[in-house]
């Protein structure tokens, strides 16, 4: 416990500077105002003589004016003292003595926890039990060995029991498990790893359980509508994403939406805003009017959970408020700048959290960028309606640029159209998606026709959604991490600077129309992916398996379905697949059976096949119930089963009899296909293993498995035999893989005898979608690249 104790210091520091720092803040904030400085009439002194009757601070201001570069020094200094002193406070809690050795020891535990955020469901693989991460605080850890630590650290609890499911934050209760290594970065110190339930230990306050209440009410209101629409309106309201549609929440980030459903600044000025003119109407005055708006920002950020956006939000808004209450309320960037410098000083966490800061940077634009777009178009002619539509999606958008392509390594040209064609629906889900959620639980048919009415600006936003990520050249590539996101940062301020000379202005805005009208047209008739004659596609879907054979335009096989359904959807959609006749399921692990769902989204299904090893239970389940939706019955094949379609042919040649006893009875009963599209032959082998190889050469021998092409079994495991591979004697080998893995996978082994026998060898994780094509001189393949976009 000693340790903790030297922490008192630095928590003192912080405790200082940071009152400093706000101190100096709000100074800005209640200095005098740009019109000039206040003077009054004293009647002592005669009707002539001016009395300086300002508030303190003012008159502070005016004796003591620095010059604004000191300003700006004092600033950087506060802000660098604040940021080192508190995030060191909080890295020495996190770092503490006791609980890094109970963390490298992945002691087994008891521990009190405080939930400080809902519990938040991961995609969870089939024939794996669902997965909650809760985020959390400690009270006190207890553990066989060392005692009891009293202690408040962050721990992120990774929990199988559904009862953690429905906690609430600020719920106290105790839980029992094994600590362990977080990923670093932040300043959660472990993670909890439990499969029991957790003893609660009271309730949540009665705000929480209320804002609970209303955003299940809202749930319930939503679930009549059709899936699209009925998922998105909660993320626009409170920003509860968990029944969005992964293919909607895919074209959000594509058209530069996603910070649609992430709860921020515009959510605020909307449900505020509305309060505030309804104050107004009732001609209330400054101070009624702020404590009503003050009602309506807890209330709202206790509904839509303290995330860092929220968060920032709602600082500013109480900021702003204060103002509003002293006869200020126009000191907006001064509250936004406030509100980064306590937030940040009480949380360091949040300096790194792309969501704050895409937040900040959206709302700095706001403020300094879009009125000077504005005022520029209105000087041009523009009618204001228009300049104002203009500006706002403009400059948000060149603010978030840079951090955006560092993110996720590209750049959208559709974001300012599609951000425009969204604003007239944003207010009306809103406003109409809170009085879903308030009404619920006295009303709820009247909640349902309020989700009804707040669908159809959900829908609009579907709809400008999916055809924005569809357009031609939509995105571009870019570098991606810092690198990218300087340079597009250094190249936007380059371009501001430059663009406001009239001839340089006219120069760019030639360069771009160029650059668009002659891009534009060859990337419409020859759009780059898939190319010109492809036979197969291997999905980059993760550590997983997903093939593409196509039958004709838009229609296709597709063997295996991935662990990632946003993933196997989004290679399906680049290769423009509209429809699966046939669906093969080699065999039902996770990596190859989770990701149906994204297979499957708006497409339409022929027939599924599959192996007729039915383990594991809940990927064989997962399959049969996907595919009975559809109203199609998954049929087990064995060796001999054929199908042909356009080009395509194939043949089931393995596993040659069911095999039992093996490392791996689902992976050596592995679905093996030969299949024959145009002139090109390939192999398709699932997670084959030793055995399954070893009994395939038996049985067919050299000639009956040659192929120009192999799909290399098991991601490139370790567990091959090197007859089969020889025998096969691919020119060309393709391994599906995942970035990263924890398996090894691919064995440098395997690929340099691969590479020895021949083989033209290409990884998904290094290359990306790969496309087979078949030329003048026989097999040739295309890469797309990594696919940067978070999945």
Same mark, same amino acid.
């Given at each position: 416990m000693s340790a903790l104790g030297a922490l008192?210091?630095? *928590?003192?520091?912080?405790?200082?500077?940071?009152?400093?720092?706000?101190?100096?803040?709000?100074?800005?904030? /209640?200095?005098?105002?740009?019109?000039? +400085?206040?003077?009054?009439?004293?009647?002592? !002194?005669?009707?002539?003589?001016?009395?300086?009757?300002?508030?303190?601070?003012?008159?502070?201001?005016?004796?003591?004016?620095? =010059?604004h570069r000191l300003w700006i020094a004092v600033s950087v200094l506060l802000g660098l003292l604040c940021g080192s002193a508190a995030a060191g406070a909080r890295v020495a809690v996190r770092d503490a003595g006791p609980v890094t050795g109970l963390v490298a020891g992945r002691a087994p535990v008891t521990v009190e926890l405080v939930v400080r955020d809902d519990p938040r469901p991961l995609t969870g693989a089939a024939g794996r039990p669902p997965l909650y991460l809760v985020r959390a605080q400690t009270s006190w850890i207890r553990s066989d060995e060392g005692g009891r630590i009293d202690v408040r650290l962050r721990l992120l609890v990774l929990a199988? =029991?559904?009862?953690?499911?429905?906690? /609430?934050?600020?719920?106290?209760?105790?839980?029992?498990?094994?600590?362990?290594?977080?990923?670093?970065?932040?300043?959660?110190?472990?993670?909890?790893?439990?499969?029991?339930?957790?003893? /609660?230990?009271?309730? !949540?306050?009665?705000?929480?359980?209320?804002?609970?209440?209303?955003?299940?009410?809202?749930?319930?209101?939503?679930?009549?509508?059709?899936?699209?629409?009925?998922?998105?309106? +909660? $993320?626009?309201?409170? $920003?509860?994403?968990?029944?969005?549609?992964?293919?909607?929440?895919?074209?959000?980030?594509?058209?530069?939406?996603t910070h649609l459903v992430a709860v921020s600044g515009s959510n605020v000025a909307i449900v505020v805003g509305l309060v505030l003119l309804l104050a107004r109407w009732a001609r209330a005055g400054p101070g009624l009017a702020a404590a009503a708006c003050t009602l309506t920002l807890?209330?709202?950020?206790?509904?839509?959970?303290?995330?860092?956006?929220? &968060?920032?939000?709602?600082?500013?808004? #109480?900021?702003?408020?204060?103002?509003?209450?002293?006869? @200020?309320?126009?000191?907006?960037?001064?509250?936004?700048?406030?509100?980064?410098? %306590?937030?940040?000083?009480?949380?360091?966490?949040?300096? $790194?959290?792309?969501?704050?800061?895409?937040s900040v940077l959206a709302t700095g634009g706001l403020l300094l960028l879009a009125p000077r777009m504005r005022e520029a178009l209105r000087r041009r002619g523009t009618p204001a309606w228009l300049a104002d539509a203009l500006a706002v999606p403009a400059a948000a958008q060149l603010a978030c640029g840079p951090v955006v392509a560092g993110l996720s390594g590209t750049v959208s040209l559709v974001a300012v159209p599609a951000n425009l064609l969204a604003v007239p629906a944003i207010a009306p889900a809103t406003v109409l998606g809170v009085a879903a959620a308030v009404v619920s639980p006295l009303w709820p048919a009247g909640a349902e026709f309020a989700a009804w009415l707040g669908g159809w600006p959900a829908w609009w936003l579907v709809v400008v959604a999916r055809y924005g990520a569809r357009a031609p050249a939509g995105t571009l590539p870019w570098l991606d991490g810092v690198v990218g996101g300087l340079s597009l940062g250094l190249l936007t301020l380059v371009v501001v600077l430059l663009a406001r000379h009239p001839a340089v202005r006219r120069l760019? #805005?030639?360069?771009?129309?160029?650059?668009?009208?002659?891009?534009? +047209?060859?990337? *419409?008739?020859? +759009?780059?992916?898939?190319?010109?004659?492809?036979?197969?596609?291997?999905?980059?879907?993760?550590?997983?398996?997903?093939?593409? /054979?196509?039958?004709?335009?838009?229609?296709?096989?597709?063997?295996?379905?991935?662990?990632?359904?946003?993933?196997?959807?989004?290679?399906? @959609?680049?290769?423009?697949?509209?429809?699966?006749? *046939?669906? %093969?399921? !080699?065999?039902?692990?996770?990596?190859?059976?989770?990701?149906?769902?994204? &297979?499957?989204?708006?497409?339409?299904?022929?027939?599924?096949?599959?192996?007729g090893w039915p383990e594991p239970v809940a990927g064989h389940d997962a399959v049969a119930r996907a595919a009975a939706a559809r109203g199609v019955g998954p049929r087990p094949v064995a060796a001999g089963w054929r199908f042909a379609a356009g080009r395509v042919e194939l043949t089931v040649v393995g596993p040659p009899e069911r095999l039992s006893g093996t490392r791996s009875d689902p992976n050596n009963n592995s679905l093996v296909l030969r299949a024959r599209v145009g002139a090109a032959t390939m192999l398709f082998t699932g997670d084959a293993e030793e055995e399954e190889q070893r009994a395939l050469l038996e049985r067919l021998g050299p000639a009956g498995l040659r192929a120009r092409l192999l799909k290399v079994p098991h991601h490139g495991s370790v567990y091959q035999d090197p007859q089969f591979l020889a025998a096969v004697d691919p020119a060309v080998a393709l391994v599906s893989v $995942?970035?990263?893995?924890?398996?090894?996978h691919p064995n440098p082994a395997l690929l340099a005898m691969l590479a020895r026998g021949g083989a033209r060898v290409l990884r998904t994780d290094l290359d990306g979608d790969l496309a087979v094509v078949v030329g003048e001189r026989g097999l040739a393949v295309v890469v797309r690249g990594p696919d940067h976009q978070a999945d």
């Open positions: 008192h210091w630095p *928590l003192a520091v912080t405790v200082a500077v940071a009152a400093g720092a706000v101190l100096a803040t709000l100074l800005l904030l /209640l200095g005098p105002a740009a019109s000039g +400085p206040l003077t009054a009439v004293s009647l002592a !002194s005669g009707p002539a003589a001016p009395v300086d009757r300002a508030p303190l601070t003012h008159r502070w201001f005016r004796r003591h004016r620095p =010059d199988t =029991d559904a009862g953690w499911r429905h906690l /609430l934050p600020g719920q106290r209760l105790t839980a029992t498990g094994r600590l362990a290594q977080s990923r670093g970065g932040d300043l959660h110190a472990a993670v909890l790893n439990t499969g029991t339930a957790p003893v /609660l230990a009271g309730e !949540s306050s009665w705000a929480q359980r209320a804002a609970g209440s209303l955003r299940t009410g809202l749930q319930r209101a939503c679930a009549p509508l059709p899936v699209e629409p009925g998922g998105l309106l +909660p $993320g626009l309201v409170v $920003g509860d994403t968990s029944r969005l549609d992964p293919a909607v929440e895919e074209d959000f980030r594509a058209t530069g939406m807890v209330g709202f950020v206790i509904l839509a959970r303290p995330s860092p956006s929220v &968060v920032r939000a709602g600082t500013m808004g #109480a900021i702003a408020l204060i103002g509003l209450a002293m006869g @200020r309320p126009r000191a907006a960037l001064p509250a936004l700048g406030a509100a980064v410098t %306590v937030l940040v000083v009480y949380d360091p966490e949040l300096a $790194g959290d792309a969501g704050f800061a895409l760019l #805005a030639v360069g771009v129309a160029a650059v668009v009208v002659g891009a534009l +047209p060859v990337r *419409l008739v020859a +759009p780059g992916w898939p190319p010109s004659g492809w036979v197969v596609a291997i999905c980059a879907v993760g550590q997983g398996d997903t093939a593409v /054979l196509p039958i004709a335009t838009g229609r296709a096989v597709v063997i295996d379905a991935g662990p990632d359904p946003a993933a196997a959807d989004r290679c399906l @959609r680049r290769l423009g697949i509209r429809e699966v006749s *046939l669906l %093969v399921i !080699s065999h039902f692990h996770a990596d190859h059976v989770a990701g149906l769902d994204g &297979v499957l989204r708006g497409r339409r299904l022929g027939a599924v096949v599959t192996t $995942g970035v990263g893995n924890d398996y090894g």
